[in-house]
Nanobody
Framework: QVQLVESGGGLVQPGGSLRLSCAAS????????IGWFRQAPGKEREGVSC????????YYTDSVKGRFNISRDNAKNMVYLQMNNLQPEDTAVYFC???????????????????WGQGTRVTVSS
């Protein structure tokens, strides 16, 4: 059974940092790209970042470039999203998801992702 479990969310002040983790089980992580998405209150879910199966390719939405860094450790079945210089507009529930096909590249198209975690809440506020 495919499972993705996010952790690491919480309350942080503007300018602070958090590292989100996505624990994968029930499938061979090595073969799939993983994406991070977020949904802010009252807004549609949006793609934040993704990483290919071998980490050769990464994607970031413009609003997080230079602040967020995605990485993965296939041996530990983990994917991470390091978030620095967090701003109130980063407040959202963050989800990780696996692609439904091979993982040599990835993007922010939700249709490409077959399984999703339950999400972890990030609140950026003073």
């Amino acid at each position: 059974q495919v499972q993705l479990v996010e952790s690491g969310g919480g309350l942080v002040q503007p300018g602070g940092s958090l590292r989100l983790s996505c624990a994968a089980s029930g499938f061979t992580l090595d073969y799939y790209a993983i994406g991070w998405f977020r949904q802010a209150p009252g807004k549609e879910r949006e793609g934040v970042s993704c990483i290919s199966s071998t980490s050769d390719f990464t994607y970031y939405t413009d609003s997080v470039k230079g602040r967020f860094n995605i990485s993965r450790d296939n041996a530990k079945n983990m994917v991470y999203l390091q978030m620095n210089n967090l701003q109130p507009e980063d407040t959202a529930v963050y989800f990780c998801a696996k692609t439904g096909f091979g993982g040599y590249e990835c993007d922010d198209n939700e249709d490409d992702y077959s399984h999703w975690g339950q999400g972890t809440r990030v609140t950026v506020s003073s």
